[in-house]
């Protein structure tokens, strides 16, 4: 099975994916971003979302199912926030249509939540203005995740509302909705 867990710039899918690395025996985790830095490495400044390149969404499916595969059939887990709807339907119908079950889980918080966590976040410790960049760009993407979260991400995805769960709270969640078929 592959786990893709969405959700705010923020919002919590890089601790869910280490918390399901551990509960889930042989999981491995694939990073989508880093077919983005490859990109943005071969054509510097032609783009300026890496997930606007036409190549990035086949060059993630495949890399995805086939990691599937590599990995013999054992969970992936892909922590990457995808806001576009057909952007998400380009990679997730390409990774369905092998017949791999696919979870798409959304992490979602009421926004003034997400500013908190935001606020809070310290990508960086110890470098202040580095972290400070991290935390301007989430800023950026908050209306852009809300607009996405209600005309499409709700319906199209199980949605934990991380709200008011403490992080092992959002973890037993997943597990349970991946266990279903």
Request: glycine share 6%; aromatic share 8%.
């Amino acid at each position: 099975m592959i786990v893709w867990i969405n959700g705010p710039f923020g919002g919590g899918k890089t601790t869910l994916t280490g918390a399901l690395l551990e509960a889930l025996p042989g999981a491995v985790a694939f990073d989508p971003e880093k077919v983005g830095y490859v990109l943005r490495e071969t054509f510097p400044g032609k783009r300026r979302d890496f997930q606007d390149y036409p190549a990035w969404r086949p060059l993630v499916a495949q890399f995805a199912i086939h990691s599937h595969a590599e990995n013999e059939g054992l969970p992936l887990l892909v922590p990457m926030s995808v806001l576009r709807q057909d952007y998400a339907t380009e990679i997730h119908t390409a990774i369905r249509d092998t017949g791999v079950p696919l979870h798409h889980l959304l992490l979602h918080a009421a926004p003034a939540t997400i500013a908190d966590r935001i606020e809070a976040s310290m990508e960086y410790p110890g470098e202040e203005e580095r972290s400070e960049k991290v935390r301007a760009f989430r800023r950026k993407k908050v209306d852009a995740y809300t607009q996405s979260y209600e005309q499409w991400l709700a319906d199209d995805a199980h949605v934990i509302d991380t709200t008011h769960l403490t992080p092992g709270e959002v973890a037993e969640q997943a597990l349970k909705i991946i266990s279903q078929p």
